[in-house]
């Protein structure tokens, strides 16, 4: 079955292909066949940008599809200019098959005003169409997208077939598609319309994987590991642009390949173009593989910065180049060494410095949520563009900046704005990767591309894996010498196996002038096979010889909270220990960086409400929170119960208010309300019902529904009567719905007043003895924790567990779903309500009860006692909420305080946790 | 001090600790430099250490000194001072792994490390961290982050237990409880951790540290 629909899918793609193939076709076999290179299009339709708006403009945005487009909306303009829009009219006749005559003409016509074309027709129209075909309005765009789509479902397919990515990798596999992809374009057009353009690809696929990479850098592990990963993005990438660039001038002289007009200056750019490892190209691959964390960051870090010096150096020798062997002395190569560091060096500086801005602007965005997460990638965008604008080096520049403000932002937006970053940063960047290989497969099937030299070609592959591996042996030798703990051979190995080229190399290839390097072409055509064999032969290996070799690899575990904990610990007695041995080392140094960072850039640059939570181990606890309690929600949706929590999380506050009635403070309910939002007293909840532990599943089924009737009641005969209008606003700028102080204030008196008069009826029934004997009950056990008593078996605290669980239980689920649910946010603004008002009003006794409020009373205390039951059941069931369940503070402080101070508990201010779940 | 004295006393402890001799001697500087010249090192002594100040488990990590467990003779017990061999010792579980090491020798280093840190939080040394132990490692460990407080720490802590609870003993009865964590359970949550390449100090071979130069020119 699942192979049949997948079967549909490629038929289905491979249908769009064709079909897009063949209307490009139309549009190009028409479209003057003397069009040169596929970059004259780019160039020449960026110059003519400013009469074709449209066109201009999504060249942009992405590429390749913009190479047909262009083919076609070029011809569209070349013929305008030529004469008028009648001309290109009559080339676009052949496109009648895809559409109407009459489209045509209006589209292609006018190309320089898309606005109005309709309006204005090339000639004086004699009717009003009423529909209109205008493939030439929209072809740029709409290519654009078809190809975005097309790719991206490349990846459907493939990632459909899960054993055949477990052998080889995606990555390797998308080019394949691009092969066939291209070959059906080939066979349509004869001639290769789609490539990857050094445009497109540097300015808009490339920034936002970088910019993913910098800000899902793990920081601490890369800073740990950067004298390594320097020596080896820098030494090692200029090691290997002048060995292979030196070797392959040596073998030409020695006339390995034949007649090539190859200086040595020309080499050694190409051996700089072919040196960086490629960040995309590994990240694809190792990211399946799960090597260790050391190794890990080693191959991803170097990959990263050396594409930025390789980039440099690639600028550097093009200047070389077209200076002219002669002009080169002393001073232009002290110049370009410079050059070299002033770019690198400036281009982190900038990043940081759009790093920093980033993190100083998210301090005030507060009333723009919904836009808050456009400010990074625009900022880090502009980081980027800043940099290439002052030929600094942008992907450091973009890297830094992600790194720099990961910190800081994560910090000071919102929890949902940092999701969406983390989220769209991936879409964005997953995305361009996809698109990125398909290209790199698309782009290979083009009978104009190859130039075929046997000696040059193999010569360069040679070269390249064997002076990658002496310099990653070289290196690390000498690292070894001053590493901690020192690199061993077998990863050293998958460090030189792991210099996959990939799409940088191609775009810098590209980007080479023909006027000034005669072998343009093979030159590009090397790099893509060595980038097809890198990435495919390379790519399908890796995972065998890691195994093969039994390379460490990462242990994928969960996120505990211990482990965080213990890394915590880890740190402060690394340093502990270097005080006290006296040496300085680098966790010395970390400690020093780390107070400074704490005190300084913290302040200056996060919220100072965001400070406050902003504990690592707190941030993991607070996570692993909001998972036990989502899994909970599972589980009681799951049951086909989630009712009870769903109340808990709407009633938060007012259960507590309930809690307060219950140590006697009806009168000052309202006063003490705001400082915390608490929802301690839902363990009171529990006091009332546990009698009711046998009732069946009917009677709570029902006794929901009763209730659900109820508050539904409640809410209709009460309510505002413009609350509609409220739940069903679309807004652009808030997600949140109904925060009509009016509206929350009157909810929460009504519920209020419900709570108070069932609660009092219950008053008078089991519950509150039920409660005492309960806490009479744990009273021995609570000294057991510290006293260590021998007994332990009975009294421990994770002993009595069902007994614990179910007290802590609900309290948990109160507390967890509170942290969880944007509701109780929102219903925040009437918690805090200190109204004058509303505490006039407020008053237990003057309450008047409408009487089917009275009726409601006993089911209204319901959902306490359904809740009671049916907690006992989850903790053996879920595993996960365990640590929930006894680490919420409510049962903490049945565990440990005594007895009546659980009562005042609920009065006590906010513990700082809860500031953490509301942020 | 110094040169004379280093190649033949050294020398054993150099076996027994693996070191090297030029390690021990920085190291015996250090020693002489915190202990005033005496030959035993007391709490105070590393109490003293400024850079110790803002170290929130400073009392962890001195009093891991004076644990005579970490002392690797199966002795338990608590020493008021120690002498420079006891020094050593406790270092040396702070050894960096070289190349030459072998799977064996690391997994036994990492052992060590698992079991220095495990001494640290069974403050009583009965086998197991209870509750209460950990919980007091962990207040200290957040005391300085400001923010979180004692309320918070301890429900961190608890979490924290339960994790390991629930990790090791996944189906608990209901009249089953966790009394605390052993050395093999806290061996097996810490295992994502890679401990061999983490916990690790770098011993200055030669070149003699800030307070070192002092002595030697």
Not at chain 1, 561 to 569: H, P, R, T, W
Not at chain 1, 788 to 814: I, L, Q, V
Request: hydrophobic residues 40%; negative net charge; charged residues 20%.
């Amino acid at each position: 079955m699942a192979a049949m629909w997948r079967f549909a899918l490629l038929l289905f793609v491979l249908l769009m292909i064709f079909s897009g193939a063949s209307l490009a076709g139309e549009a190009r076999g028409e479209d003057s066949q003397a069009t040169g290179t596929r970059d004259d299009h780019g160039t020449g339709h960026g110059t003519e940008g400013g009469t074709e708006h449209d066109s201009g403009t999504d060249h942009g945005g992405t590429g390749h599809g913009s190479g047909t487009d262009h083919g076609g909306t070029d011809h569209v303009s070349g013929s305008d200019h030529g004469g008028t829009g009648h001309g290109s009219g009559t080339d676009h006749g052949n496109g009648t098959d895809h559409g109407s005559g009459t489209g045509h003409g209006s589209g292609d016509s006018h190309g320089d005003s898309h606005g109005d074309s309709h309006g204005e027709h090339g000639g004086p129209i004699t009717t009003l169409p009423i529909v209109s075909w205008k493939w030439h309005h929209v072809t740029t765009p709409y290519l654009v997208a078809l190809w975005i789509l097309v790719s991206w479902l490349c990846k459907l397919i493939i990632e459909a077939n899960h054993h055949v990515t477990s052998v080889i990798p995606e990555s390797a596999l998308l080019i394949c598609f691009g092969f066939i992809l291209g070959g059906m374009i080939w066979g349509a057009d004869k001639v290769q319309t789609f490539t990857l353009t050094p445009t497109v690809f540097f300015f808009y696929l490339l920034p936002q994987i970088i910019l993913d990479a910098g800000y899902f850098m793990p920081n601490k592990l890369f800073f740990s590991n950067m004298g390594a990963i320097l020596t080896y993005a820098v030494i090692g990438t200029c090691w290997n642009a002048a060995s292979v660039g030196l070797s392959l001038w040596g073998c030409h002289m020695g006339g390995a390949m034949g007649d090539l007009d190859i200086g040595l200056l020309q080499y050694l750019l190409f051996g700089s173009l072919i040196a960086a490892v490629d960040p995309v190209a590994v990240i694809a691959v190792f990211e399946e593989v799960h090597v260790n964390e050391v190794l890990f960051i080693m191959v991803f870090g170097e990959s990263l910065l050396n594409d930025g010096v390789t980039v440099v150096l690639f600028n550097v020798f093009d200047a070389f180049v077209s200076l002219g062997g002669s002009q080169i002395d002393a001073v232009e190569i002290i110049k370009g060494i410079i050059s070299f560091f002033v770019v690198a060096f400036g281009g982190s500086l900038m990043g940081f410095v759009f790093g920093l801005l980033i993190s100083l602007l998210t301090r005030c965005t507060k009333n723009i949520q919904i836009i808050e997460p456009g400010f990074i990638f625009v900022l880090g965008y502009l980081s980027y563009l800043t940099a290439e604008m002052l030929s600094l080096s942008a992907i450091l520049s973009i890297v830094f900046c992600g790194m720099c403000c990961q910190k800081y932002i994560n910090a000071n937006m919102d929890e949902k704005s940092v999701t969406t970053v983390r989220y769209a940063l991936k879409v964005f960047a997953n995305g361009s990767e996809t698109i990125i290989f398909v290209f790199l497969g698309i782009s290979a099937i083009d009978k104009g591309l190859w130039v075929w030299n046997t000696g040059f070609i193999l010569l360069t592959l040679l070269f390249i894996f064997v002076y990658r591996i002496i310099g990653v042996f070289f290196l690390t030798w000498i690292l070894n010498k001053y590493r901690l703990v020192p690199l061993e051979i077998i990863d050293q190995v998958i460090m030189s196996y792991g210099g996959l080229r990939g799409a940088v190399a191609y775009g810098l290839a590209m980007m080479l002038d023909e006027k000034k390097i005669k072998e343009k072409n093979l030159m590009v055509c090397t790099t893509l096979i060595v980038v097809y064999f890198t990435v495919i032969l390379q790519g399908i290996t890796m995972k065998p010889l890691v195994n093969w070799l039994k390379v460490k690899k990462a242990a994928v575990t969960e996120l505990t909270l211990i482990e965080k904990l213990q890394s915590k610990v880890f740190d402060h007695m690394l340093v502990a220990i270097e005080d006290i041995s006296g040496q300085i080392g680098h966790n010395y140094m970390r400690d020093k960086w780390n107070n400074f960072e704490e005190k300084w850039m913290s302040g200056i640059l996060m919220k100072p409400s965001a400070r406050k939570s902003r504990d690592y181990v707190f941030n993991v606890f607070h996570q692993l929170n909001l998972k036990d309690a989502m899994s909970y929600v599972k589980e009681g949706e799951r049951r086909g119960s989630l009712e009870f929590v769903r109340n808990d999380t709407a009633y938060i506050d007012f259960k507590k208010k309930f809690g307060e009635d219950f140590s006697e403070v009806i009168p000052n309910v309202g006063a003490d309300m705001s400082d915390d939002h608490v929802p301690v007293s839902s363990i009171l909840r529990d006091n009332v019902p546990s009698v009711s532990l046998e009732m069946h599943d009917q009677d709570i089924q029902s006794m929901r529904e009763t209730e659900d009737i109820n508050t539904h009641h409640l809410l209709q005969q009460h309510l505002y009567k413009g609350r509609k209008q409220h739940r069903h606003r679309y807004s652009r700028t808030h997600f949140e719905v109904n925060k009509d102080e009016n509206e929350v204030q009157e909810i929460f008196q009504r519920t209020m007043r419900t709570r108070l008069e069932s609660f009092k009826s219950a008053k008078m029934g089991v519950g509150p003895q039920k409660k005492i004997t309960k806490h009479s009950k744990k009273d021995p056990q609570q000294k057991m924790p510290n006293g260590k008593s021998t007994d332990r078996s009975k009294n421990h605290p994770y002993g009595d567990e069902d007994f614990e669980f179910s007290e802590g239980d609900s309290a948990s689920g109160g507390e967890a779903s509170g942290g969880s649910f944007p509701m109780t946010v929102t219903y925040r603004a009437g918690a805090g309500i200190e109204n004058p008002a509303f505490m006039a009003d407020f008053d237990p006794t003057g309450v008047q009860m409408p009487p089917w409020l009275a009726e409601a009373d006993s089911s209204t205390v319901a959902p306490s006692q359904m809740a009671q039951l049916r907690l006992p059941w989850t903790p053996s069931n879920l595993r996960h909420l365990a640590p929930l369940r006894l680490s919420t503070r409510s049962t903490d402080s049945f565990l440990v305080v005594d007895p009546p101070s659980t009562q005042e508990s609920s009065d006590d201010p906010p513990p700082p946790p809860r500031d953490g779940t509301h942020m | 001090m110094g040169q004379t004295h280093s190649e033949h006393p050294f020398q054993d402890l150099a076996d027994k600790t693996g070191f090297s001799l030029e390690q021990i001697t920085n190291l015996h500087r250090r020693f002489k430099q915190l202990s005033g010249n005496e030959e035993t090192i007391s709490r105070e002594n590393l109490d003293s250490i400024p850079a110790l100040a803002n170290n929130p488990i400073r009392k962890q990590i001195i009093e891991a000194f004076f644990d005579k467990r970490n002392q690797r003779r199966d002795e338990v017990g608590v020493l008021q001072e120690i002498g420079f061999e006891q020094f050593l010792m406790v270092m040396s579980h702070f050894r960096p792994p070289t190349l030459r090491t072998t799977g064996e020798e690391k997994e036994a280093m990492r052992r060590e490390k698992l079991r220095f840190l495990f001494n640290m939080h069974d403050t009583d040394s009965d086998g197991t961290i209870t509750l209460v132990e950990y919980r007091k490692v962990v207040e200290e460990l957040l005391s300085k982050s400001g923010a979180i407080g004692q309320e918070a720490a301890k429900a961190i802590a608890d979490a924290a237990m339960l994790e390991v609870a629930s990790t090791n003993v996944p189906h608990m009865q209901p009249d089953e409880f966790y009394a605390g964590i052993t050395f093999e359970h806290f061996e097996q949550i810490l295992k994502g951790i890679e401990m061999e390449s983490r916990m690790n100090i770098r011993f200055l071979d030669v070149g003699p540290t800030m307070h070192c130069r002092k002595g030697t020119s």
